[in-house]
């Protein structure tokens, strides 16, 4: 019995196989977002090339906040739920990429009572792959036991156990299918679609993290500034239970902490944490505030040097 290993003929023409599978695709999606685009550059000719061009991403960004945005028959949410369901990963970065603003507009809307059947597609989309990828399995992670002693500190008592048990604590607990969209399950599931934008955050371009703070905000304060102008409009704050604020959080703390050198993110994710934090106190949610002010406090840290030591680093002027 033969097997090819991952050098061999048979293998390279696989992979050459698949990758002209995949630029096929990309080239097929364009072809497809240009017909409701009023334009696409030329330079865009691959899924990297869609996912980072301004030009698309701007003009995207405003069909989706049109007025008639998000209904069933809108050939714009069309084109992103086929194109998530597309097998070229690529191509689902790039609808990943909007998937700050079809949650911020959907959850935005929710009150309109308007048709949202075209964005509760995408959504489901999102949800049902991560389930499928999740395969019944939560999103835990293993918490040291302070009662343990470690290279960094002994317990305070002895605990005479022939083994640790691991300390888990679940970050998404386990998935039910969904196939619809129902009040009880929205959080829920546009809380996943964000934890699965999260799980690929770093290969987002900054203006769709930008656009992600753009809507925290006004999901917490319910002040929307509008375009080209200086004035704003106040809609209806919304729910923001816990499965909607983790995630939003993990993004934030991103905005706020990550490698990426854009002052302009730093100072939006900033103002959004602080608005969601002052939502906390004014819904007196005791866990939301702890959360919220735990960022804050991180944020504050990494500003200021002084405050950001590393305790288990050796203080090298008390070293003999």
Not at 6 to 19: C, H, Q, V, Y
Not at 92 to 111: D, M, T
């Amino acid at each position: 019995m033969s097997s090819s290993n991952p050098g061999s003929p048979s293998a390279t023409a696989t992979s050459s196989s698949s990758a002209s599978s995949f630029s096929s695709k990309a080239h097929s999606c364009i072809q497809a977002l240009s017909s409701i685009l009023s334009t696409v550059p030329s330079s865009v000719s691959s899924s990297s090339s869609l996912l980072h061009d301004p030009t698309v991403s701007s003009q995207i960004s405003t069909l989706l906040r049109e007025p008639d945005s998000g209904s069933g028959d809108n050939d714009l949410c069309r084109w992103l739920y086929d194109t998530f369901h597309s097998p070229d990963p690529e191509l689902k970065l790039v609808v990943l990429r909007f998937v700050p603003i079809v949650a911020g507009i959907y959850l935005s809307r929710i009150a309109s009572r308007k048709s949202l059947a075209g964005f509760e597609a995408i959504l489901l989309a999102l949800y049902a792959h991560e389930t499928t990828a999740r395969d019944g399995q939560p999103i835990s992670v293993n918490v040291p036991d302070l009662t343990q002693p470690s290279i960094y500190h002994e317990a305070k008592s002895s605990v005479k156990t022939q083994a640790t048990e691991l300390n888990l604590a679940v970050i998404s607990p386990t998935l039910e299918p969904h196939g619809t969209m129902r009040s009880s399950r929205r959080a829920r599931i546009v809380g996943v679609a964000l934890e699965l934008y999260y799980s690929k955050i770093s290969q987002m371009p900054v203006s769709s993290k930008l656009e992600f703070c753009e809507f925290c905000d006004i999901w917490a304060t319910g002040i929307q500034n509008k375009p080209s102008s200086s004035s704003s409009s106040k809609q209806k704050t919304i729910l923001l239970p816990w499965e909607l604020l983790q995630p939003s959080l993990r993004i934030l703390g991103h905005c706020l902490l990550g490698a990426h050198k854009s002052k302009k993110l730093y100072e939006a994710a900033s103002m959004a944490t602080k608005s969601l934090y002052e939502r906390s106190l004014h819904d007196i949610d005791a866990k939301a505030i702890l959360a919220t002010s735990s960022l804050l406090r991180l944020e504050k840290m990494a500003l200021d040097p002084k405050l950001n030591v590393d305790h288990t680093e050796i203080d090298m002027s008390l070293a003999l």
